[in-house]
């Protein structure tokens, strides 16, 4: 394939209902690495995310195609199992993290195109996310 672009429709022939997306206001603490990470004493990161049992809901009974964040990761910044990461990649479902302008973006009726970048053994991409509102 060419253009490395996937529009959100079909997860492995499963019909995905929607993308979830968590709008947190984090993206006005981006100009500042203390604050966007906001590491208590210990070092570990303070941040808004999705907990597993709204995770395992939004998979099993509302068939999301992935899951989105303006944070740092879709994970709390203090759990460092990356539970919710772990369950959304577990099948073959997308993670979105320090997504942009969430605000301008209404609760529903928008098409997401991800362009990925292509890369061999990673266990991620950069990507480009555009946001088509209807």
């Not at 992935?66 to 099948?91: I, K």
Request: charged share 20%; proline share 4%; hydrophobic share 45%.
């Amino acid at each position: 394939m060419s253009h490395r672009a996937l529009i959100i429709k079909k997860v492995y022939s499963q019909e995905c209902k929607s993308f979830d997306i968590l709008d947190t206001g984090w993206q006005e603490k981006w100009g500042d690495d203390r604050a966007f990470f906001n590491r208590d004493d210990r070092g570990i990161c303070h941040f808004p995310g999705l907990g597993t049992a709204a995770t395992k809901f939004l998979l099993e009974e509302r068939l999301i195609a992935g899951v989105g964040t303006d944070t740092h990761g879709v994970d709390p910044g203090q759990d460092e199992s990356f539970a919710v990461n772990t369950l959304v990649l577990a099948q073959q479902r997308i993670v979105l993290e320090n997504l942009a302008n969430l605000d301008q973006l209404p609760a529903v009726g928008i098409t997401l195109v991800i362009g990925i970048l292509p890369l061999l053994g990673g266990s991620g991409s950069p990507v480009s996310v555009l946001a088509f509102v209807s």
